[in-house]
């Protein structure tokens, strides 16, 4: 059983689900798995507690 986890910056829900469906999609076409098999996790991190190009994300 596939299972992606995201690791992101908060998004709306919307988006999530529209990119839950196209991972699923992708997986199904690809490994020719039922969709049912296949799971996918997001871990939001809040911008203040990450950073890029040694600033944190929230700061920009």
Known sequence: ???VT???GPKD???K??????ITDSFV???KCP???VQVWFSDVP??????????????
């Not at 911008?47 to 920009?60: E, F, I, M, P």
């Open 6 to 8: 995201v690791l992101q």
């Open 35 to 37: 969709p049912e098999a």
């Open 13 to 15: 829900v919307e988006l």
């Open 29 to 31: 076409e690809s490994y």
């Open 47 to 60: 911008t203040d507690s990450w950073g890029v190009a040694g600033k944190l994300v929230g700061d920009s």
């Open 1 to 3: 059983m596939p299972v």
């Open 17 to 22: 689900r529209d990119l839950i469906a196209r």
